[in-house]
């Protein structure tokens, strides 16, 4: 109740931002007067200027719940956001760093030289930035699935939804995932416990040819 009084204060305070909120107060208020009005002067009106009355405050309530909702939705894909950027850096510390790897290894074996300690020490380096990015991409690609699958309110990952899914999955794993219409039910639905099988697959068979 306190959480809807100040919702209803916000509104009164900023009226021109809050309009359709504002029009159902003022049904609702108006459903009071008549409610009044009409318990006094008919019986007969009364359920149904109830019933108005009632709607018009479930109808701003509804309203404030959406607006949550889109704040949530917002600061999911800016979570998202924040996850694919740290990727795409760990993705390309890592190129950059098996690069390095690759040449001073052949250095090494051409000359002969103490460069194997060094070597050592940057395979070692390379190894733990690896599970650092492969882990990163699983929190990743569970956390877009997860987001996703409840957007409309109903379980399972609808076309839509798997779309938006590969889209935001980071670009050089987007060529992993099949066509929604190879991996779909039935029903046309993608549970969360097929999806969740299609992503370890794909982070197995990179571990493997890593």
């Known amino acids: 109740?306190?959480?809807?009084?100040l919702f209803y204060s916000k509104v009164l305070?900023?009226?021109?931002?809050?309009?359709?909120?504002?029009?159902?107060?003022t049904v609702a208020i108006f459903g009071i007067v008549t409610l009044i009005s009409s318990f006094v002067t008919d019986i007969l009106i009364f359920p149904f200027t109830t019933?108005?009355?009632?709607?018009?405050?479930?109808?701003?309530?509804y309203i404030k719940?959406?607006?949550?909702?889109?704040?949530n939705l917002e600061k999911m894909e800016g979570s998202i956001d924040e996850l694919n950027r740290s990727n795409s850096r760990l993705h390309s510390e890592l190129k950059a760093m098996e690069s390095l790897r690759k040449s001073l290894e052949?250095?090494?074996d051409e000359s002969n030289s103490n460069l194997r300690e060094v070597v050592d020490s940057i395979n070692s380096s390379f190894q733990k930035l690896e599970r650092i990015t492969e882990d990163n991409e699983r929190v990743l690609l569970y956390k877009i699935a997860q987001d996703l699958e409840f957007m409309d309110n109903s379980s399972g990952m609808s076309r839509d939804e798997y779309e938006r899914f590969i889209e935001r999955v980071p670009s050089y794993l987007q060529i992993e995932f099949k066509p929604f219409d190879e991996v779909a039910n039935g029903d046309g639905k993608i549970d969360y416990r097929e999806l969740s099988g299609i992503i370890q697959s794909i982070l197995k068979e990179r571990e493997r040819g890593a």
């Open 65 to 71: 719940v959406l607006g949550t909702l889109s704040e």
């Open 1 to 5: 109740m306190r959480e809807l009084f």
């Open 13 to 25: 305070k900023n009226p021109v931002k809050n309009i359709p909120s504002l029009l159902f107060l």
């Open 106 to 108: 052949e250095y090494a």
């Open 51 to 61: 019933i108005a009355t009632i709607s018009s405050f479930i109808a701003m309530w």
